[in-house]
């Protein structure tokens, strides 16, 4: 799984560390029945915020989403969700989300990493850039 760090707050960008969540042991048997997961976020920065609270606190709430997507990866395949009470399976080999995803999809649609499909979103798309990550199940 790849993200871009790249954020933006009406006409102003600047960069973020992360848009994904690595959840590994304990907390991630307990949220999604898997060892190991990855969980991607677009969308508003109070909403990841609010995951990884939900994720790293005990005791607290889900999350009220409220315009953002997550993608998850974990050794059952890829899941989908724009309110983290439902995840959806994704019955394709790749996924997208963020603003970029159409540039990013049709990369990877003709054989190219995520690592690389976050990279040539970020040529056409103007909310996908300024560095990458990569992250590995």
């Not at 949220?31 to 005990?58: C, K, R, S, W």
């Amino acid at each position: 799984m790849a993200c871009d760090l790249q954020a933006t707050k009406g006409y102003l960008k600047f960069k973020t560390s992360t848009k994904i969540i690595e959840l590994e042991g304990d907390r991630a048997q307990k949220f999604f029945n898997a060892p190991h997961v990855l969980i991607g976020h677009a969308g508003l920065q109070n909403d990841f915020a609010n995951a990884m609270t939900y994720l790293f606190t005990e005791n607290s709430r889900p999350p009220r989403i409220k315009d953002s997507e997550f993608v998850l990866l974990c050794k059952d395949g890829i899941f989908h969700t724009d309110n983290f009470n439902t995840w959806n399976k994704i019955e394709e080999p790749t996924f997208t989300i963020g603003s970029g995803q159409h540039f990013a999809a049709g990369a990877m649609a003709v054989g190219a990493t995520p690592l690389e499909a976050c990279k040539i979103a970020g040529k056409k798309d103007i909310y996908t850039g300024i560095e990458y990550k990569e992250y590995v199940l």
